[in-house]
Every structure is written in C-alpha cells, then in structure tokens.
C-alpha cells in the first residue's frame, strides 16, 4: 500500500532550490505528499503540494519575536505542523509540556500535528526504547481525548538515526510501528492512528522499507530537499 510523504526541509534550502523544487513537484503525482518548509517558502509550495510548517508557538499572539502562532498559520491556510522534532528539543530545549501546549493550539486551529519521538542511541542500548517512547507519548498527549489522538500524525523518528544514514533494522522499526499502535489503543483506545517511520530514508533504503507494512509513511529530512532522491522515494509508491 502506498504511504504518506513527508518532507521535512529543515533550514537546508535557499529561495533558488525552493523554486527548482516546485518545478520538480510539478511533473509527479503529490496526492499523498506533504512538504514542510521554512516558513518564509510556505507560500511557494501551496498550488502544487500540501505544506505544513515546522513549528509553531505556544503563544496565541502578542510580543513574541520570531515566534509564529497557529492562528498564523491559519490564516495562511496551512494544515499541518511538526512538533516536538528532537532538533528542537535538543537545540531549543522544547519540553514535553510545551509540546503538548503546541498540540492543543494546533488542534484548535484545525491544523494536524506532526507529532516527532523517539529515542537517543545510549536509550536504544540498554533496551529502554518502549520506556522512551511510552514517556514521550504518556507527556506529549496528555489530557486529549481519543477522537483528537486520532487526528495527530505519530512519526517515530530515532534520534541516532537522523542524518547519520543509519537506521534499525526492518524488524526494530516494524516492532516500533506496533509498539506504538498496541501502547495507544491499549491506553486510549485509539484504532486508527497514522504513524510515520523517520531517520536517514532515502532513495536508497525506501524500495526495502516500502516492504514493512506497518509503517504509513515517512518523515524525510535530508532526502526531502534534494530533488531526485524525493522524485524517486514519491515515484516508488507507485511501484
Ligand atoms: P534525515 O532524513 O536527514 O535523517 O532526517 C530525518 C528527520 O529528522 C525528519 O524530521
């Protein structure tokens, strides 16, 4: 079955690549694609693809500088948003309970929350993945009722994974998928949830994980701004 794109472009891209990017866009088929840019090159995506923004403030408006709030990306029309990336965790130290802020400002705006988690490599070593992930969603989900956790995109994303071109093996990300699927109907009843696998997909690697059924999708970063690795990870869906 086909699985759901999604680019996350990080700060990688300047105005030029955008453009080069939309035109590439242009000659494949993005029904099942979503594109999250830096937020000044939203507007450069929207005709030819679904966008979503990479963050979003806790904040509803007023004196934040550089912050940009939900009923911004409202008003904009864009429909989702990551939240909870580790590089913002890490870099911007974004808490649990600011991510589950975001969740809620995003929810009330009709915007679907990319929500990102994952474990750190020392983690995975000493078999503490399911206690890492249980933690994240247990905080990062609190208080939303199942219909509204039915609505967020889960993407688990490995921490050790992204960017370094490892990845777990097939049966460490399919046993992830179902960890995370089983935690959140046993806890919520939960039975219909989108999650996303992330860390180091590319062209090379998607043909192989394309073959794990539990994974709906993907969360793309490095391959997701460069062209021909994403024209071939969109194309390979309809292998
Ligand atoms: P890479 O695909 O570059 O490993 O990044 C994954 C990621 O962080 C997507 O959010």
């Not at 979003?56 to 007023?62: E, F, L, M």
């Amino acid at each position: 079955m086909s699985k759901l794109i999604i680019g996350n472009q990080k700060m990688y891209m300047n105005r030029e690549d955008v453009i080069s990017f939309v035109e590439m866009l242009k000659t494949v088929s993005c029904d099942d694609v979503i594109v999250c840019p830096s937020f000044p090159y939203l507007e450069y995506y929207k005709d030819v693809v679904k966008v979503g923004a990479q963050n979003v403030s806790t904040a509803d408006n007023g004196a934040y500088t550089g912050e940009v709030s939900s009923s911004q990306l409202q008003s904009l029309n864009v429909p989702y948003c990551i939240v909870g990336h580790s590089e913002r965790r890490e870099y911007q130290k974004e808490t649990d309970e600011e991510i589950n802020q975001k969740i809620n400002k995003l929810l009330e705006k009709n915007i679907t929350p990319i929500l990102c988690i994952g474990e750190k490599m020392e983690e995975r070593q000493n078999k503490s993945t399911e206690t890492v992930i249980k933690r994240e969603l247990d905080a990062d989900l609190k208080g939303l009722s199942t219909e509204t956790v039915e609505k967020i995109i889960i993407a688990y994303e490995p921490i050790w994974a992204i960017g370094t071109g490892l990845t777990p093996t097939s049966e460490e990300i399919d046993d992830a998928m179902q960890f995370i699927k089983n935690y959140l109907k046993e806890r919520l009843n939960v039975m219909n949830i989108t999650v996303l696998y992330g860390g180091s997909v590319s062209e090379k690697n998607v043909d192989e994980l394309n073959t794990i059924a539990s994974i709906d999708g993907y969360l793309i970063g490095g391959a997701s701004s460069k062209p021909d690795a994403f024209k071939y990870i969109i194309a390979s869906q309809s292998k």
